[in-house]
């Protein structure tokens, strides 16, 4: 059993002593940690992975467990991405990136210092 075991006694103004028992567990919440936010260029694509859960909803309408991101298809600009995962708890966790897509086309090697 997962989670953490608490014992609650639930009493009332009419009872000299506890009167039920109650077992309360406590699970943690999914924790996604999709990266810190990142650049790419047109050129490349991330893999965006939320992690091993049992369902998925990005901010795409995605339902998998990963996502790609292309920058030939976004083209320039900064992009958000979220994601809400849930576990077998019905638990559920979120996170976000940002990803900034930048045009390397028009950069010469004699501009590189």
């Given at each position: 059993m997962n989670g953490t075991n608490y014992r609650c006694v639930?009493?009332?103004?009419?009872?000299?002593?506890?009167?039920?028992?109650?077992?309360?567990?406590?699970?943690?919440?999914?924790?996604?940690?999709?990266?810190?936010?990142?650049?790419?260029?047109?050129?490349?694509?991330v893999v965006l992975d939320a992690g091993d859960y049992d369902d998925y909803l990005w901010s795409t309408s995605e339902t998998t467990q990963t996502i790609t991101v292309d920058g030939a298809t976004l083209g320039t600009g900064t992009y958000e991405y979220n994601v809400v995962v849930t576990n077998y708890n019905s638990?559920?966790?979120?996170?976000s990136i940002q990803i900034t897509v930048e045009d390397l086309t028009d950069i010469n090697e004699s501009d590189i210092v």
């Open positions: 639930v009493t009332g103004p009419c009872f000299d002593t506890p009167t039920e028992h109650a077992l309360l567990i406590v699970n943690p919440l999914p924790v996604v940690n999709l990266c810190p936010d990142m650049t790419i260029t047109t050129e490349e694509s638990c559920t966790g979120t996170d």
